[in-house]
């Protein structure tokens, strides 16, 4: 036992060997902690990879392309190529790391190139520099990696200030994407969606009301086409509207509150509204509550359309809805079957206050109508525009009706009394005028005629030759030279007149002869009156006694 003790110190310096580590390994190692932080740092570096799916690939380029919000440079495009499918273009591209936040459920990703529409010219930055990648960031929280690229800039942003709402209108009545949204001609807006719904056949569209304007859209509003220029010939005359230019060059949705209609709360965000062809339609679309009637008219109805007025009186009470109406349909028995059916719309609504609105009872308004059919209310039809032929419904009260309605039916819908319209009693009244002129004794009537002519005639003679008469005298050379020799006379007579001044010699010396025969005058006076008193006195002496008797000689 004591030779074995040696021995284990020996064995202890070797292990002790073994477990020292050289000091050559510590480079390595550290060359490999920094390779691995340098992996993990271009894994950080190198972002989020997210896939974008376009139609086409047009102005994309692998590696160069930049993707860009607010037109900051946040990723590049890696790779691009065909998706599956092979109907779709699929474009690799790297988000950077600090822009990872971006990518959620509700961002937007377009292609900035050159572009030419309504709007203008965009984009002219980008033919030099090539196309690029504009990324709208959303508000969502939900995360997402791939996006379906936008074949045209978004109208707003997902968090700008506004109202958006739904559109629903008729194939022929759609709008596209960028058309404006005006408000008197002021463009408030724009339409953001467009969508065909083919199970409804109906076109969705989805439009931006910017704020403040959000506060026009209540729950009176009504929307309408904007075609740019509105021309219109009817009953009610010409009317031109005109929008803004940039809905009369492409079109374009407008608004409004139809007159007479209390405005209304405001509506809350994708609220639907119903988008009418016109404005007229849109105030139509106001009174949805109406007593229906068919019309029997005898007289034709070319000129009368649907939308036609009913009036009475001048105010507008209803409208016409088809012109005409189940015409196929059997009429009420005692009418011969060939008058034709239109079927019109009394709205109350227009006549009633917006306090009365809700408390409206059509019952009430249609025992109104049938006290005021006893009373001889009827419909005719008249011209509302001699220019355009377009007729509208007249109501008034014919008197000498009064006491004669008779109710009747028509496809289950009330008869509205009807006469004869304007021009039918003209017509009536032109063959009765005819009649009268038939029985009328023509031939006297014509002898007397045809007797005044020849006088006229002959006086017309008469005339023509007196009118030769004074033409001959007219051209008479004297009668020519007469103008000269009155204008030669005045003024000779003008001479001789100015040398008759009081200054003159002349004048002086005619004074003179005046005052000689005036004192002669009165020498001659006792003359001229001894022999007017006493003729005798040429011959005999003046006597002062009485006359001398004649007697004979005494003896």
């Known amino acids: 036992m004591t030779e074995d003790r040696p021995a284990a110190p020996v ?89 990872e936040r971006m990518l959620v459920d509700d961002s937007r990703f377009w292609v900035v190139k050159p572009r030419i529409g309504r709007e203008g010219i965009s984009g002219l930055g980008t033919v030099l520099s090539g196309a690029y990648i504009q990324l709208q960031p959303g508000s969502s929280a939900s995360p997402r990696r791939e996006f379906d690229v936008l074949d045209q800039p978004p109208v707003a942003a997902q968090d700008a200030e506004g109202i958006r709402i739904n559109l629903l209108s008729q194939l022929g009545n759609s709008l596209r994407l960028g058309d404006p949204v005006t408000y008197q001609g002021y463009t408030v807006g724009r339409v953001e969606a467009t969508e065909f719904d083919a199970e409804n056949r109906q076109m969705r569209q989805r439009l931006f009301i910017e704020s403040p304007y959000d506060v026009l859209v209540t729950e009176s509003t009504r929307f309408w086409s904007a075609s740019g220029i509105d021309l219109r010939l009817d009953s009610e005359g010409v009317r031109v509207n005109v929008e803004s230019f940039e809905a009369l060059l492409g079109g374009g949705v407008t608004f409004g509150v139809p007159e007479d209609v209390p405005l209304g709360p405001m509506v809350e965000p994708d609220t639907t509204f119903n988008l009418y062809p016109d404005e007229d339609s849109a105030q139509q679309g106001s009174f949805n509550r109406y007593l229906e009637y068919v019309l029997l008219i005898d007289d034709t109805v070319r000129g009368l359309s649907r939308g036609a007025p009913v009036e009475f009186r001048g105010v507008r009470i209803g409208t016409v809805a088809s012109v005409p109406w189940n015409f196929s349909a059997t009429q009420p028995e005692g009418r011969e079957g060939f008058a034709i059916p239109v079927l019109v719309r009394i709205e109350p609504q227009r006549l009633a206050n917006d306090d009365d609105d809700a408390n409206f009872d059509l019952n009430e308004w249609e025992e109104r109508f049938e006290r005021l059919f006893d009373i001889g209310l009827r419909a005719s039809l008249k011209a509302g525009n001699l220019l355009t032929g377009a007729m509208f419904v007249d109501l008034n009260f014919q008197r000498d009706l009064e006491g004669e309605y008779i109710a009747e039916v028509f496809e289950e819908r009330r008869v509205f009394p009807t006469t004869s319209g304007g021009f039918a009693q003209i017509e009536a009244q032109v063959g009765n005028l005819l009649d009268k002129l038939n029985n009328l004794e023509i031939e006297p009537i014509l002898s007397g005629l045809d007797r005044n002519l020849a006088q006229s005639e002959a006086m017309l003679e008469e005339v023509r030759e007196l009118t030769g008469t004074f033409q001959a005298i007219a051209d008479d050379p004297a009668t020519r030279e007469m103008p000269d020799n009155l204008n030669r006379s005045l003024i000779e007579l003008r001479e001789t007149l100015s040398g008759l001044s009081p200054e003159s010699d002349a004048y002086r010396e005619l004074t003179g002869a005046m005052q000689r025969l005036e004192r002669l005058m009165r020498d001659l006076q006792p003359a001229a009156r001894t022999i007017s008193e006493q003729p005798s006195a040429l011959i005999f002496d003046r006597r002062s006694g009485d006359d001398p008797e004649p007697r004979a000689p005494r003896d």
């Open 11 to 99: 064995h202890k310096a070797k292990r002790r060997r073994q477990r020292r580590i050289s000091p050559i390994w510590i480079v390595p190692i550290v060359a490999l902690l920094i390779g691995l932080w340098l992996a993990y740092d271009n894994y950080l570096q190198r972002g989020t990879q997210i896939t974008l799916m376009m139609d086409n690939a047009e102005g994309i380029e692998a590696g160069s392309t930049l993707i860009k919000t607010r037109n900051v440079e946040i990723g590049r495009v890696e790779r691009v190529g065909l998706s599956d499918d092979l109907r779709s273009t699929e474009i690799i591209a790297r988000i950077s790391p600090d822009a």
